[in-house]
């Protein structure tokens, strides 16, 4: 243990203190990145900086280039324009392995012909190192990842958990100074991609590595990552800390990947600091403070999550308290996913999902209220919403 | 279990079926149109009077073997010829085919399909009119009547199964496994070498296999090239037969079949189906 930690002298000051705008200097900067295969462009002028220590998940849906923008880090693809630096050196036009990167495949990419202590050692092989030091990292290398006693087997002959802790094992036995991971989870069974993902975060976080992350699992970017990326179409959607892209979706797209899919339209008044929402067909007029929220008056598109809004009783006079939008429709289904009772509620000609922690009956009538600080507004129709939803 | 037997029961219960007759005929018909020649070969080897109009060798025994395997004989050194010009051919043919199957199988070549399909064309045309000319452009040059002569012809022919399998063999590899080693730090080179090549020995050598057996059986090339300072076991065999002789004919051939099925059986457990399925892609 001490080996690696004396690698990474910095750990304790840099994990410390990351924030959401990536204060501290870049360590790994990626400047306006253009990547195509063939004529598409997968990546569009593509910026961004990480700080060093800092844990950054790439999150989209497959064919967003998130894929695509860690094999460019990495060095497997190169950009037709832009630049791709670490801790101030370019290494644009640098081979992959001389970038002091390590990749974690998704398919894990061990080698067949080699044994476990080989594939770990592999890497330390190559920097030419003694005999007796490789062993001693491969054996710390093995306890640090629970794969004691397994040195002399072959990658075919381990589960599929075992094998992505190797891949972990020989990319952090070189000492990398970024760790790049591609979608190392998605091949595991779910209960153990659970304790896998916490047991990556903390060894990254002991380990203090700067850490890129790909994956289209928006729980796993929000449990591990110290900062989230969300690429739409090779481009950045919105970056920022789990809670920012959480709470403040910069567009209906984040809002809706991150997991805000119920879309209302609404017509909306802005004046002196506050939202009035005019009565529609399904709606009631309310009042809402702009707090963060940038809008003009109009058309607006709302969202919030099923969990986020609060299913009442038609007859029953709605609560006061606070700023809310309330919106009046039937029940249309109730299921019990587990925890609370999940209705599909008609709303107009739509239909939004609520969850309630008692059941409607098929048929109620229903008013389903969004609390101010869940209700997502962005300006324009719902034309694409459709399209938007994932 | 019924009580009540079938006709089917009956007839599975061993009663002849009438059907098996033509069938029985059709494999006999088989069995010896492959294995008459070679128990006739083995007859012969051990023969040491046979003539018209008796149908087995009159005299047995194994004079003709110690003539054959005499420390001075002709076949003794043919064989060392044969075994020396099938080395040689296979390391040349690696030597090329190890280089041209990763770049056909790995890099964005263009024209790819018609680099391949040229390999193919020594073994499409007719041999004789392409060796009568090799041999008067080697003749030319000195080449003709010595080993690397009748190597360069053998190559050339041998080459299509290096290189098609060669080929498959690295397309059969992810390409994962070799970005894996250039993450860990390896040079293109370095990653060639401990991650490509290992894993695909098993086709090369499959392929160094068809190389040497090719090289071994061949005749026309060695004839019009190598002749007649340069005998391999075909030219032997060639000239034993021809001359009536048909015991060291025998002899000749079977040193020449027993490596050919030996090797066939190593062929078949190092060509798996993940490399035969890549082979001509």
Redesign the interface.
């Known amino acids: 243990m001490n080996m690696l930690e004396s690698r990474y002298p910095a750990v304790s000051e840099t994990s410390g203190k990351i924030s959401g705008r990536a204060a501290a200097p870049a360590f790994l900067e990626v400047d306006g990145a253009t990547v195509r295969y063939g004529n598409v462009h997968v990546l569009e002028d593509l910026s961004l900086s990480v700080a060093k220590g800092e844990f950054v998940a790439l999150l989209g849906s497959s064919g967003c280039g998130k894929t695509t923008l860690l094999r460019t880090i990495a060095g497997f693809m190169q950009p037709v324009s832009g630049r791709i630096a670490v801790d101030g050196r370019d290494v644009t036009r640098q081979p992959p392995d001389k970038r002091g990167m390590a990749l974690v495949f998704q398919t894990y990419a061990l080698w067949p012909h080699m044994t476990v202590a080989q594939n770990i050692g592999y890497g330390l092989k190559l920097r030419r190192k003694p005999r007796t030091e490789i062993a001693a990292k491969v054996a710390e290398m093995q306890t640090l990842l629970g794969l004691e006693g397994l040195g002399g087997r072959k990658p075919a002959a381990l589960s599929g958990g075992q094998r992505q802790r190797v891949a972990l094992g020989r990319a952090l036995a070189i000492g990398p100074d970024i760790l790049l991971l591609d979608e190392p989870l998605s091949n595991l069974d779910a209960r153990i991609r659970l304790t896998v993902r916490h047991e990556i975060s903390a060894l990254q976080k002991r380990l203090g590595i700067t850490a890129i992350h790909v994956t289209h699992d928006r729980e796993e970017a929000m449990v591990m990552a110290d900062r989230i990326v969300i690429l739409n179409a090779g481009k950045i959607a919105q970056l920022g800390t789990p809670q920012e892209v959480y709470n403040n979706p910069a567009s209906p797209f984040v809002a809706a990947f991150m997991g805000a899919e119920n879309v209302m339209a609404l017509t909306a008044e802005v004046r002196g600091g506050k939202i009035g929402i005019e009565a529609g067909p399904t709606n009631r007029a309310c009042e809402i403070s702009c707090g963060d929220r940038s809008v003009s008056s109009g058309r607006l598109e709302a969202r919030f999550r099923s969990e986020a809004a609060e299913l009442l009783d038609a007859a029953a006079s709605p609560p006061v308290s606070g700023e809310a939008l309330i919106l009046d429709g039937t029940v249309a289904q109730a299921s019990y996913p587990g925890g609370v009772w999940r209705h599909v509620v008609k709303i107009g000609d739509q239909q939004v999902v609520v969850d309630s922690s008692r059941a409607f009956a098929s048929g109620e009538s229903v008013s389903v209220r969004v609390p101010s600080e869940a209700l997502f507004l962005f300006d324009g129709g719902v034309s694409d919403a459709k399209g938007m939803a994932l | 279990m019924s009580l009540v037997a079938t006709e089917a029961d009956f007839q599975r219960a061993g009663f002849f079926d009438w059907r098996w007759i033509p069938r029985a005929l059709g494999l006999g018909v088989l069995a010896f149109i492959i294995f008459g020649p070679l128990v006739n070969l083995l007859l012969w080897t051990v023969a040491e009077r046979w003539y018209f109009p008796h149908a087995l060798p009159l005299q047995y025994g194994f004079s003709y073997w110690g003539r054959v395997f005499a420390p001075r004989a002709e076949a003794m050194s043919s064989l060392f010829t044969s075994l020396l010009i099938g080395c040689l051919v296979v390391a040349l043919s690696l030597v090329l085919a190890i280089p041209a199957g990763y770049a056909l199988a790995r890099l964005k070549l263009p024209f790819r399909s018609i680099v391949l399909l040229a390999l193919l064309l020594p073994n499409a045309f007719p041999n004789l009119p392409i060796y009568v000319n090799i041999a008067r452009l080697f003749y030319q040059i000195g080449l003709n009547g010595t080993v690397l002569g009748v190597v360069l012809v053998h190559t050339t022919h041998g080459l299509v199964y290096a290189v098609w399998i060669g080929t498959a063999a690295f397309s059969a590899i ?1 390409p ?2 070799e ?10 080179m ?1 990653a060639f070498f ?2 490509m090549l ?2 695909a020995a098993p086709g090369l050598m499959a392929s160094a296999i068809f190389v040497f057996l090719d090289s071994l059986d061949e005749f026309t090339g060695t004839f019009f090239v190598g002749a007649p300072d340069v005998t391999t076991l075909p030219l032997l065999l060639y000239t034993a037969g021809a001359g009536g002789n048909y015991q060291i004919a025998s002899i000749t051939a079977l040193i020449l079949l027993v490596p050919s099925i030996a090797f066939m059986f190593v062929v078949e457990r190092f060509l798996r189906a993940d490399v035969l399925a890549k082979v001509g892609q």
């Open positions: 992810e994962e496994l970005e894996a080693a250039r993450s860990a730090g390896a040079s293109a370095r401990d991650v290992p894993l």
